[in-house]
Each structure stands twice: as structure tokens, then as C-alpha cells.
């Protein structure tokens, strides 16, 4: 399921014709972001997505979304703020989680702790679950949450340089990065640590953020889009489309780094491009740069930063009448052998004609070096609701896992000396290489992401020139 219009992209000779200021290569969500900026700026823009990119995906009859759908409150952070209200979908996006509600849920065997925005309503929920002791605990830790991360808010006001490039920026660096606030503790402060994998790639003392500014808005405000950040990026590719960006499947290859350009392979197709921006993980910059020189090697191990962990999907079409009125949209389980587990259900939605049912989307995070796999991930999710949906497994239509999905998350190991890790925008291996990938500005999750990728629309803007480009 995708909405890109038809023939956004394009094939064989006709490619021979068209001329780009940039290329953006890869498929991730800040690749979309700095295509549909270029383009709105009049950019001739190739968006080579190295395969086709969908919200869902159809298995048995049933729509699966390629992602989880929930979301950080990216209209609530300045960093991704500015570039939605740029490209025109803050509305748009408001819309399409209006018709989803409700209160964030903390769940575990003897807890069902709903947290409406309502105060009133929220702190008699709070009282109900807990008494009235902890219950003013905890209050004013939720409280609390929206000030955790308002430290970035003018640290994230341009691109900052982060990681460190040498001496001299480490000392600036070291000036303008805030002090991390201390956490709250008690359930709050548990749901926090809990939820900081799903918001952001990066976490710990390496980025402090990812728990203080990430966790904490989507712990006070998630948003529920069906597709998750997979229908974020195909909205973003469509705006790119409508601002005159072509769009190609078809792999890429072969990338050369010259003195002042660069050249790839695209189907067969050598593309010669004064600007490149790479929009792929690890692995797809390590296949890029295959069978180059030093410069390339330079560039694949500039981006081989270490995964430590990954995010996989487990998903549970059941009839509406197996799960309690009580379950709310979005839902954290605590205190399972597998640890938190981050629930959505939304109505089930089928390939052809209407549906009743309830769709369970279970995000569930595992170390890279054990992963499960997908009847390990569907047995062991289902055991893991089993004490707070009680005769959920009665009521199972289909279930089916994603251990890797298509708009995949991953979490990178901190560095060891404690440093921030990530990508710059501009790549320190070549000046005309820069990055849009989720690697750029990992303790940030998605903010990160759309902040990195608007730092690389400024530098492409200023390296491209207007100058035409050709594809032979």
C-alpha cells in the first residue's frame, strides 16, 4: 500500500533524458524529508529508493503495517517542527491521527494504569491504581516530563556539531551541550527507561536525550498513525513527487567519489551527480562502496556504526470481542522475561472489502547477537500477554511476524569512552557526500532524523549550485 502517484517513477531510456541537481539514495524516512525539501526549492531531485517502499504489507488477506504505529509528537519538537511546516503536512498528519484517542496505558500483571491528558481525570486514575500517596508521586513526575526535555530546545535551533570533529569542536561542544535533567524515578521514571529504545537509536549516558526528550514526549503525547513512520515516509515521498522529484526503484551500486562529483550505478544506468546524500544504513553504504578505493572505503567505515540492538514486530488480527474495553490504543507492558513490550491496537484493515476486527501491533526489542526468530517472536509475545489479555489466544484470525521490518529500527551501541557517537550531515570522508540516514543525530529518534535531514537539504542547496546534472 502506497500513495505515491502513478508514474512517479521511471525506467529504461527515458531516464537518459532527465538531468537532477542531487541524488538522495536510500530509503529511510530522512531521505523522503530532504527530497521533498529540494524539491519544493526548485531542485531537480533523483530519489533512488533501492526498492520499493510501502505502508503494509498483505499476508493472508490482512494489511500489516511496515512499522509500529506509534509515534514521538513530532509537531511538539522543535526539531522536526519547522520542517513539517515547511513541507505543508502538519495538518495533514493531525488529520490522519485524529481519528485515533484515548489515553497512553502502563500494563502489567496486577496494573492497568491509563494516563488521559485531562489532570483531573488523570490523577483519579492515578489514585485508583495506586493510592493517594503514590499516586501524588507519581503526578508530579508526569508533570515534570514536558520540562525533561526542553534543555535541546535552542541546542537543536541549528544542526549542532554533533559528534565532535577534533579538539576545538570538542570544546565548543562541550559549552553547548545541556546538562542531562535528572530522571524521575518510581513507575514513571521505569516507563521512561522502558520506552527509550522505541524513540530513539541511540540511548544511555552517550545520549542522554533519547530518554529525557524522546521518551518523555511519547510518553506524555503519543500519536497513532496506522503505518507508523513507514506512512510517514511514503506522505513525504509523495510531496516529493508533487514538487517534481522522480522516483526510481531500481538498485544502486558502484558509488565512485570523485574530486568534484559522483558517480553511481542505477539499473544499469551510470548517473553522474555533483551531490549525493545517502538515506540507507550500515550495510547498504558498505554495498555501495564496494569495490572501491580508499575514498569509499573511508566513507563505508565513517558509516559502520555498531547495532547493538533492533526492534521486531509481532501481529495479532483477533476479534474485537477477545480484547477488554479497558485496553487502550497505545499500551506499555512492563515486568515480562522479555522485556517492555510497546502495544497498538487499531482496527484491522484487509486487502479487499470492510473489517471488524482489532489489529495488535507488539513492538518488541532484541539484541543483535540473539535474534528471535518468527515463532520464537509470535510464541513468546503471546505468553507475554497472555496475564493482562486473558483468553486473548482464543480470539486469534492470524498472526504473522517481522523480525527485520521494511521501515526497520535499530539502536546503536554507545560509544565506550562515553562520547556521543553518530552521523554528521556533511560526510567527513567526501565534501560531496552527506547523510539523511537514521544514524544522524541518534539519540534524537525521528526529531533527529528530520533535523539531520534538513541540515543536509541547507548543504546540498549550497554545494549543488543549480548547476544541471545528467544521467547517461
Known amino acids: 500500500m502506497s500513495t505515491l502517484p502513478a508514474g512517479a517513477n521511471f525506467v529504461g531510456a527515458a531516464r537518459s ?11 529511510e524516512l530522512g531521505g523522503a524529508v530532504v527530497a521533498a525539501l529540494l524539491a519544493k526549492k526548485g531542485l ?5 529508493t533501492m526498492g520499493p517502499k510501502t505502508v503494509a504489507r498483505e499476508s493472508d488477506g490482512w494489511l500489516l503495517p511496515c512499522a509500529h504505529p506509534m509515534l514521538t509528537p513530532l509537531r511538539q519538537l522543535s526539531g522536526a517542527a519547522g520542517a513539517l511546516d515547511e513541507l505543508g503536512i502538519g ?9 485515533t484517542g484515548g489515553a497512553f496505558q502502563i500494563l502489567t500483571d496486577k496494573l492497568r494504569l491509563s494516563l488521559p491528558a485531562d489532570p483531573a481525570r488523570r490523577l483519579r486514575e492515578l489514585r485508583r491504581e495506586l493510592g493517594a500517596e503514590q499516586a501524588t508521586l507519581e503526578e508530579a513526575s508526569l508533570e515534570e516530563l514536558e520540562r525533561l526535555g526542553r534543555p535541546w530546545d535552542g541546542f537543536l535551533f541549528a544542526a549542532p556539531p554533533l559528534p565532535a570533529r577534533g579538539f576545538f569542536e570538542r570544546r565548543k561542544l562541550a559549552k553547548m551541550v545541556p546538562t ?6 518510581g513507575l514513571i521514571g521505569e516507563a521512561l527507561a522502558a520506552l527509550a529504545p522505541f524513540a530513539a537509536h541511540l540511548i544511555g549516558e552517550t545520549a542522554p536525550e533519547g530518554t529525557a526528550r524522546e521518551a518523555a514526549a511519547l510518553l506524555r503525547a503519543p500519536l497513532r498513525l496506522w503505518g507508523g513512520s513507514a506512512q510517514l515516509a511514503d506522505l513525504l515521498r509523495k510531496k516529493a513527487v508533487e514538487g517534481g522529484a522522480e522516483v526510481a526503484l531500481e538498485p544502486c551500486s558502484k558509488l565512485q567519489l570523485e574530486r568534484k562529483g559522483v558517480v553511481f550505478d542505477l539499473g544499469g544506468s551510470e ?27 573511508k566513507l563505508a567505515e565513517e558509516a559502520a556504526l555498531p547495532i547493538e540492538r533492533r526492534v521486531a514486530l509481532a501481529h495479532f488480527v483477533v476479534r474485537a470481542e477477545g480484547l477488554p474495553l479497558a485496553l487502550e490504543e497505545a499500551a506499555l507492558l512492563l515486568g515480562n522475561a522479555l522485556g517492555p513490550l510497546v502495544i497498538a491496537s487499531l482496527p484491522a484493515r484487509r486487502a479487499k472489502g ?11 526489542v532484541s539484541d543483535v547477537a540473539t535474534p528471535p526468530d518468527a515463532a520464537e517472536l509470535l510464541a513468546s509475545v503471546r505468553a507475554a500477554l497472555e496475564p493482562v489479555l486473558p483468553f486473548f489466544e482464543r480470539h486469534i484470525l492470524h498472526q504473522s511476524a517481522d523480525v527485520l521490518p521494511q521501515q526497520p529500527h535499530a539502536v546503536l551501541r554507545p560509544n565506550a569512552e562515553g ?16 547523510f539523511a540516514s537514521d544514524a544522524v543525530y541518534p539519540g534524537f529518534g525521528l526529531e533527529g532524523s528530520i533535523l539531520g535531514a534538513r541540515a543536509a537539504t541547507d548543504k546540498a542547496l549550497v554545494l549543488s549550485g543549480r548547476k544541471q546534472v545528467s544521467a547517461t
Open 271 to 297: 548517473m553522474r551527480v555533483s551531490t549525493v546524500i545517502i538515506a540507507c544504513d550500515a550495510t547498504g553504504v558498505a554495498a555501495l562502496c564496494e569495490g572501491g578505493g580508499r575514498t569509499e572505503r
Open 91 to 99: 495538518p495533514e498528519l493531525q488529520r490522519m491521527t485524529a481519528a
Open 17 to 27: 533524458k532527465r538531468v537532477y541537481d542531487v541524488a538522495i539514495i536510500g530509503g
Open 180 to 185: 542531562a535533567p535528572a530522571l524521575p524515578g
Open 354 to 364: 470492510e473489517a471488524t476486527e482489532r489489529l495488535l501491533t507488539v513492538a518488541r
Open 419 to 434: 562520547e556521543p557517537i553518530g552521523l554528521r550531515p556533511d560526510a567527513e570522508a567526501h565534501d560531496r557526500v552527506l
Open 44 to 48: 531537480r531531485v533523483l530519489l533512488a
